[in-house]
């Protein structure tokens, strides 16, 4: 089991994909496609089951993680995906024409940012994208003051007082405005987040500004290998495409 209180990475997901577009999902770190799928394994011991209901089942996957082995296992429960051994710091799908992704989750132990800075520069993407985030430097900050800002940037904070600060103002004042100054021509529509532990669980639904193209990423003209066309079999529809009960703006 890679997780811990599966069921809140799951009512976070749920809340921000009622932005989401029809689109494939990019999922790095994708371990044994849990979140693409759902939770409970046929074998699993019972400290292993939980109820999380896969959040990407009417999607194409592009998926990737480090270790072989879970590729194995996440390519044998995800028959509707493209799933490669990769380090996902380097976007691992810049080969093939993907289409629009309208869903990106990073859900890393700790470190997100690499995977989805080189996501957000190579990939074709949506106009309204839904990003998740699983990001562990809070630790870094309170051990011994290493702060690894989300473009890459490291420093080492020597004074507590400045430590604590940086801790508990990490979301808002240190990843917060730099997303959003990296991310246009897109901006936020919506955000939600929570904390457990030292670990900040947290996501966004972004959008093109009106009119506006995209200043990075692929555009509609590359020339890559382009990968198969998804088609839903069942009629369930995943929250990831369903219709929002609110009223986002297209
Ligand atoms: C929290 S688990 C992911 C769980 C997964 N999201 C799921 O739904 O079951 C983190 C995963 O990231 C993988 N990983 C860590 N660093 C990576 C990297 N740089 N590139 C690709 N995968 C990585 C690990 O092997 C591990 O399987």
């Known amino acids: 089991m890679q997780h811990i209180d599966p069921h809140r990475k799951y009512l976070l997901r749920r809340h921000l994909l009622r932005w989401a577009k029809e689109g494939p999902a990019y999922v790095p770190f994708i371990g044994d496609g849990d979140i693409c799928v759902g939770g409970s394994k046929p074998g699993a011991l019972p400290h292993e089951r939980y109820p999380m209901p896969g959040l990407y089942n009417d999607r194409f996957i592009y998926g990737a993680d480090l270790d072989p082995q879970r590729v194995v ?18 976007y691992p799908f810049a080969d093939l024409q993907t289409g629009p992704i309208a869903v990106a989750d990073f859900d890393a132990w700790n470190e997100p940012w690499p995977a989805f800075r080189s996501w957000f520069e190579h990939a074709e993407k949506a106009e309204q994208v839904v990003i998740f985030f699983t990001d562990a430097h809070r630790l870094g900050i309170m051990a011994d003051g290493t702060h690894i800002r989300p473009d890459g940037s490291k ?24 997303f959003e100054d990296y991310i246009r021509p897109y901006r936020v529509v919506d955000k939600s987040r929570y904390v457990r532990g030292m670990i900040t669980y947290w996501g966004a639904a972004i959008r093109l500004e009106n009119g506006a193209t995209m200043a990075r990423g692929k555009l509609s003209n590359f020339k890559g290998k382009k990968a198969a066309p998804f088609k839903s079999k069942g009629k369930k529809r995943s929250p990831g495409t369903a219709k929002p009960k609110s009223s986002p703006k297209k």
């Open 73 to 90: 296992i996440a390519r044998s429960r995800i028959p509707h995906g493209r799933i490669r051994v990769a380090n996902c710091d380097v």
């Open 155 to 178: 420093v080492t904070i020597q004074s507590l007082t400045e430590r604590r600060a940086v801790y508990y103002f990490y979301l808002s004042k240190h990843v917060w405005p730099w």
